[in-house]
């Protein structure tokens, strides 16, 4: 067995110690360590017998991903903040994000003096507070809890959240208490969503905000309900799934018109990045971007063998960072599997579909949406219990003018700041693509079997559906390979 899958299989045990550890799995800190000196112990003596080194090495993996998450889980004490849940507290923190604002209040993170922890407050929409406001707070401390079949306290546990309030009383103390660079960075996010709104109606302002910049704060409930029903959230949310896909379509657009494949990829990874800065770099923007460049990699080497170890490898990092999101972020699984999808199932549907024409990109787009589709499917129907009979061919219709509304929308901002006639000419043209999706995504939606409602999707169908994937994948490539040596001979 080469170093390549014994350095993967030693990153995957890593991946399950996280996993193990996520279902409540605890091991004591001096068993934990005596564990970590006797298996050193053991390597050494039995590093020249390949299987017992191999055997070893994982299970020192999966030891160090027990401890890695065990060591992300808080010690509640007088020094935490949500040791104080269930009491009235005054305290003072500064808000370490910037402002979730939706329709009907306004969320705030913040990060108390003198106490380690994070605290979610809920407050009113106005007086509109800042990131890296210095505030005086008062407000009666909860623990999160379920949601109905919504693990809300692990959701906000993913980000060191464990404790809210809601309606709490407010003090600006100080301003501007933040990193200098994300100030900035929230001030041109700030200033180019007002462009965007001076220059279009609703609910294309709001939707092109979303396209960009994430916010769904002002798309219609009955326009986000449309893309519910047609599987196409993902375009309004800032995902690796999204962004895979418009990498893998620009990619194949730059090929179209004559772009040499080694520049046309660092012009999208360039693009990529440019993009994740002006969205902040907020964790799950800068997950979405990785798992997409992961793909551009892919498509460059065109090799299976050293991108898998990429692939996992980038998951490990993540994961370091921050164990919870493997079973307790949604984003980061979907984003993971459409990554997979588009890696390892899309060269197979090639195959298949290469009767397809590719005018207007009308293959690609086909077999990078159903590629993420079908490897994210099991996990949707299991997460969110809805089945989008239409999603496949209303992505299609939609997926290749994304990225060119995502680029002129981007323009009409930028142009607008600068001189605001100019930015409303290519305002008029982004509003024709964003009208288009709009009305595309409605048709859709009325139709009586547009969506399904699955409410008995089990964890075990959850493994099962997975496993009919994978079987599947290797009875085609293998009759692939047997047809390609036959036409070969």
Not at 39 to 63: D, G, N, P, S, Y
Not at 146 to 151: R, V
Not at 340 to 355: A, D, H, Q, R, T
Request: glycine share 6%; hydrophobic share 50%; aromatic share 14%.
């Amino acid at each position: 067995m080469g170093k390549s899958k014994i350095f993967l299989y030693f990153l995957i045990s890593f991946i399950c110690g996280i996993g193990i550890a996520s279902f409540g799995i605890k091991l004591d800190s001096f068993f934990m360590y005596t564990l970590f000196i006797g298996l050193t112990v053991f390597l050494i003596f039995v590093w020249q017998k390949k299987l017992w080194r191999l055997l070893l090495l994982c299970l020192f993996a999966i030891v160090f991903g027990i401890w890695r998450y065990n060591l992300s889980q808080p010690v509640i004490s007088e020094k935490h903040i949500a040791f104080y849940n269930g009491s009235e507290k005054e305290f003072r923190g500064t808000i370490i994000e910037e402002p979730d604002m939706r329709k009907e209040q306004a969320k705030l993170t913040v990060r108390p003096e003198g106490f380690s922890g994070k605290v979610l407050l809920n407050t009113e929409l106005f007086p509109e507070y800042q990131y890296g406001d210095l505030l005086e707070i008062k407000c009666s401390l909860e623990a999160p809890e379920k949601i109905e079949d919504f693990a809300y306290d692990k959701y906000l546990s993913r980000y060191g959240v464990y404790s809210i309030c809601y309606r709490p009383y407010l003090k600006v103390i100080s301003k501007n208490n933040g990193s200098s660079i994300l100030s900035r960075m929230y001030v041109i996010k700030s200033k180019f969503m007002q462009a965007i709104n001076r220059m279009l109606p609703e609910p294309q302002t709001s939707f092109l905000g979303g396209l960009l910049l994430g916010a769904k704060r002002g798309i219609p409930t009955d326009l986000m309900e449309n893309f519910s029903r047609t599987g196409t959230t993902h375009i309004v949310a800032i995902s690796g799934y999204n962004i895979t896909i418009i990498g893998v379509l620009l990619l194949a657009f730059c090929k179209n018109i004559a772009i040499p494949r080694k520049q046309a990829f660092w012009i999208i990874i360039i693009t990529l990045l440019f993009f994740m800065l002006i969205t902040g770099a907020q964790s799950s923007v800068v997950r979405a971007v990785t798992m997409g460049i992961i793909v551009l990699i892919a498509k460059q080497l065109g090799r299976l063998s050293r991108i898998t170890n990429v692939l996992v490898l980038a998951a490990v990092i993540m994961l370091l960072v921050n164990p919870k999101i493997l079973l307790f972020d949604a984003g980061f699984q979907l984003s993971f599997l459409a990554t997979m999808g588009l890696i390892y199932l899309s060269p197979i549907l090639e195959k298949l579909f290469v009767w397809l024409p590719n005018m207007f990109q009308i293959r690609e787009s086909f077999i990078a949406t159903t590629s993420a589709t079908i490897f994210t499917l099991p996990l949707i129907l299991y997460q969110f219990g809805r089945l989008s009979v239409v999603a496949v061919l209303v992505n299609i219709l939609i997926l290749p003018i994304i990225p060119f509304a995502m680029g002129v929308g981007f323009l009409a901002g930028l142009f607008s700041l600068i001189y605001l006639p100019f930015g409303t000419i290519f305002s008029w043209v982004v509003w024709l693509m964003l009208t288009y999706i709009i009305q595309v995504v409605k048709l859709f939606s009325n139709l009586p079997f547009a969506s399904i409602n699955v409410s008995e999707f089990s964890w075990v169908m959850l493994v099962a559906g997975y496993l009919v994937i994978i079987v599947l994948m290797i009875i085609f490539t293998k009759r692939i390979k047997r047809f390609d040596n036959l036409q070969m001979t």
